[in-house]
């Protein structure tokens, strides 16, 4: 039995969501001396989740050797500030999570929560990546260092609901777009930002906020409806936010088409900064703005990260591939996910979403192709609006 310990936990995920492994060791508080490690592959999951997954793990094995005071060390800023009550847990993913990780601290004495760098945090990032490593070859993997590895890994699946992982290629196919047939013909998504409203026109934080379209907007959306009735679209899918609503009710008036409502393509929430400027959050912020500009996994305070955003539009792109297969589909929504559909199809980062400019109105085009790649066609397209503002 050893008192004071410290917990560093770490989590993550290929493909978010995608097969995900965590990792946490308990080391001695006053030699660092480690004293128990745990990983495993859990299946199909976000990197969120995988995160909780390492906190949860690394606090059951501090419990297990009987420590009392626990410094718990994560490079999850979202976690962290959760854990330590400044944000709230909005993610109904996340909730059941954040609960049991709460009813595991209340049974010790003390337990403080830190953000470390992720180069600080070694030791749990080398552990969950190797389970990662085994769940991208369809694999269920527990460190040497938990008791009873198989009915631990089994039990975490169950009480979580996580889906088994399939192998994961090596290699993703290539295509050189023009000169290879496809198996059958791409669904083609051209993919329509919003007209003007008065946030964009101050350069606001502009999220789930139920803004309307100026007039310079409403004439964006119309220059942009005539330009859709060209291109051959069976239907208009839209996110729900009244700004991309309005926009693509005028483009379904135009060309005849079907409105369908993807919640999926929903702006990212950007909790309390939503009708800020970049400045004022900096002001007010500064901390919180740091984290969130470093880690796509962080989110604002009581908002949405850029991670959660990617899995559900990535559920929403499948949908629409399921269901119009081969067909032309004009989509409707915002910059975070529309840049994030054009990430998927070039394969990139996470990073790659501050290196994309998005005007108001812009039509980007990319066929997604039934063998697995995608082809960006084109990016950030105003031809259409003419002497109209950006």
């Not at 040497?144 to 979580?160: K, T």
């Amino acid at each position: 039995m050893i008192s004071r310990v410290v917990v560093e936990a770490d989590g993550g995920s290929r493909g978010n969501p995608g097969p995900a492994g965590y990792g946490a060791v308990v080391l001695d508080g006053v030699t660092g001396e480690v004293l128990a490690e745990r990983a495993a592959g859990i299946g199909v999951a976000t990197n969120n989740v995988a995160e909780y997954a390492g906190l949860i793990a690394g606090l059951t094995a501090a419990l297990e050797l009987g420590a009392a005071d626990v410094d718990v060390r994560m490079d999850s800023k979202l976690v962290v500030e959760q854990m330590s009550g400044r944000w709230q847990v909005k993610h109904p993913s996340m909730k059941p999570l954040a609960k049991e990780a709460s009813e595991l601290v209340r049974r010790l004495e003390r337990v403080r929560f830190s953000w470390i760098p992720r180069e600080k945090n070694k030791l749990a990032d080398a552990l969950a990546n190797a389970a990662m490593d085994a769940a991208a070859r369809g694999e269920v993997w527990v460190s040497a260092g938990a008791s009873q590895p198989d009915d631990a890994a089994s039990a975490w699946l169950a009480e979580h609901d996580v889906a088994p992982v399939a192998p994961v290629p090596e290699t993703t196919p290539n295509r050189l777009s023009g000169w290879q047939d496809s198996p059958a013909p791409p669904t083609t998504t051209w993919l329509l930002r919003h007209g003007q409203t008065v946030l964009s026109v101050e350069k606001r934080f502009s999220g789930v906020g139920d803004q309307e379209l100026t007039e310079v907007g409403r004439a964006q959306a119309a220059a942009a409806a005539r330009r859709v009735t060209t291109l051959g679209a069976v239907v208009v899918v839209t996110s729900p936010v009244r700004r991309a609503r309005q926009t693509a009710e005028a483009v379904a008036a135009a060309a005849g088409l079907e409105l369908v409502v993807e919640d999926g393509f929903r702006e990212t929430d950007f909790g309390d900064w939503e009708g800020y400027t970049f400045g004022e959050v900096r002001q007010q912020w500064p901390r919180e703005l740091d984290a969130w500009l470093a880690d796509t996994a962080v989110a604002p305070p009581y908002g949405e990260s850029f991670d959660a955003t990617a899995t559900r539009v990535r559920q929403a792109r499948d949908r629409v591939i399921r269901t119009h297969p081969g067909k032309t589909v004009v989509v409707v929504s915002h910059v975070t996910p529309i840049k994030t559909l054009l990430r998927f199809a070039l394969d990139a980062p996470p990073s790659a979403l501050y290196r994309m400019h998005l005007d108001l109105a812009c039509l980007s085009q990319v066929q997604w192709f039934a063998d697995g790649p995608a082809v960006v066609r084109s990016l950030n397209d105003t031809a259409h609006l003419g002497d109209l503002p950006r």
